[in-house]
């Protein structure tokens, strides 16, 4: 029997996800909740309804788990240790300095409750942090590199857009060349800020708009901009939706270390991502790791769990046989 | 209490692993264990012990985990089966198409004498594997590339040697880089044998031998060279001893896929090893998993299993809330 998925949330996220879990063979969209009145919300997928939020508690023999597609910011931090008391859950909450928290949060409810639940599932946190850890593990004498991008940065693009004079603004993060070639050589550079990342805005400012003053503001700006080299463009309305409605992203981690009596003997393991569209790559993680929820509850491994508890062959569905077979 | 590790055998990779276990703080190499004279091993480590193979049977209370360093031709496909009966075991058996037949032999004793054996870690098998297998979960429509090298083949190499008139050879496995960037493009390549690895062999001929048959025998080898372009250099005996004694090695793994309705969108997924000492660095990841043995079989979780049914967590000595705090 398929596994029965449903949805929280209908944003680009909760869309990657409807649209990977159609191309599986043993999970099945079964429905998606919303906050908005479902009779406004038209979905792609056919035969599947949508619910109103409320009525998520009085379904719960209908779906093994749940693929919560909120934000980090508001959504995640009361929804997931809400809905584990009903279901099974998955989230991508991804602000990282808050994951212990809502780790012990959604742990609680889903112990008390006997449901499992995978949260921070996604590139970063996710498959970004499998290679942190794998090559840690195997490396323990060595350093981490994390870059990011070539990607429109959401937190970036708020704060642009927030500055006087500023109709529209997009954000993308650059990883400096000579930066990822001193890591990638081994050479185990010390790296600042500014070393690692580029920001670069493109502005389409309001009309009349002091461009000069937009420029500065943004330059300056503490935390967001001021450690890093900024580069602002303004551009049209036009050129904005032309150019600049790519959802795009990617990054690159890297672990520099060495082995051998006198650490005589350089490693270096890089993994990359370079993703078309973040919110389906991220989508596709998900919903590999919800058949893994399945999976474990089935076995009564209940509690909350991140990437790092999970074997990997319970995200496939493939045997243990097949997989031997075919990809080790 | 420290985890009291074993060694089977001493060449370069176990020496690899000896090195590893001194830098570990929760892990003590106890003894070696040699087909060789005891006497006549001379080992690193101070204050530890070299037994004769033969005393292996005889020593079940004194160790948690044997590292087995053979090798997978003739040694593994025996010892592992033969030594589970008595620990738990860790091996590096690489030869792919015989791993379901060496997993099913050491499954039945592992399972019958309740030990955790974990076979095929290295790096292919081992890390890449689990990079084909995250990224197939996560992007199941998609193309998998591996590329190998630049580094020594030992198979090929052997292969040179057993040519008359060769005194002595090594052999090199070269990506080709138009084939790489190829792949990283993201435009799916369909690539033949040849486009994707160079070989190139440095041979030392024996005095007056005829170096054009050489060079053609290598060639045109079935198998081994004639579906690729290779290159053959002569060079003399102490060429040879000062630049070609490394054992570094390396290679790529990439996944290039598609999601969205009509796969319009495009991702790339590539994991890479540089590596200065290949066995040093299969020792390191035999390590990791030594660790995650001893956990499974604490656990009651017996069997044989592959790097595929390993938590990753438990390949690290930090504990969960600190995994989640630094590396998530």
Not at 257 to 263: I, K, R
Request: hydrophobic share 35%; aromatic share 10%; glycine share 8%.
């Amino acid at each position: 029997m398929s596994t029965r998925v449903g949805i929280i949330g209908y944003g680009n996220l909760a869309k990657g996800v409807e649209c990977a879990l159609s191309k599986t063979s043993d999970m099945e969209l079964k429905g998606i909740f919303t906050r908005r009145d479902p009779a406004s919300v038209t979905i792609k997928s056919e035969g599947v309804n949508v619910y109103s939020i409320d009525a998520l508690k009085d379904m719960k023999d209908e779906f093994d788990v749940m693929i919560l597609c909120g934000g980090s910011a508001t959504d995640l931090p009361k929804q997931t240790q809400e809905y584990v008391k009903y279901y099974n859950v998955i989230d991508s909450f991804d602000t990282h300095a808050k994951i212990p928290e809502h780790f012990k949060n959604v742990d609680e409810q889903a112990l008390l409750n006997k449901h499992v639940a995978i949260i921070s599932c996604g590139w970063d946190p996710g498959m970004f942090s499998l290679t942190r850890l794998y090559s840690n593990c195997i490396l323990p004498n060595g350093t981490d590199y994390t870059f990011w991008g070539k990607g429109v940065s959401q937190g970036h693009s708020d704060a642009i857009r927030r500055v006087k004079g500023v109709k529209n603004g997009k954000q993308y993060t650059i990883p400096v060349d000579s930066a990822l070639e001193a890591v990638r050589s081994g050479s185990n550079p010390e790296l600042t800020t500014r070393q690692k990342h580029t920001r670069e805005c493109f502005i389409v400012p309001e009309e009349g708009a002091d461009l000069a003053a937009i420029e500065k503001e943004i330059k300056e700006m503490p935390n967001y901009f001021s450690d890093y080299d900024t580069t602002v463009h303004f551009i049209t309305e036009q050129e904005f939706a032309n150019n600049h409605g790519g959802m795009a992203h990617g990054g690159f981690v890297f672990r520099s270390g060495s082995t051998g009596w006198n650490n005589e003997n350089k490693h270096v393991i890089e993994y990359s991502l370079k993703l078309d569209s973040n919110p389906e790559f991220t989508a596709s993680v998900l919903v590999a790791y919800a058949r893994a929820a399945v999976r474990l509850a089935a076995k009564g491994d209940f509690g909350c769990k991140t990437v790092f508890d999970i074997a990997p062959a319970l995200l496939s569905p493939c045997d243990g046989a097949e997989l031997r077979s075919h990809l080790l």
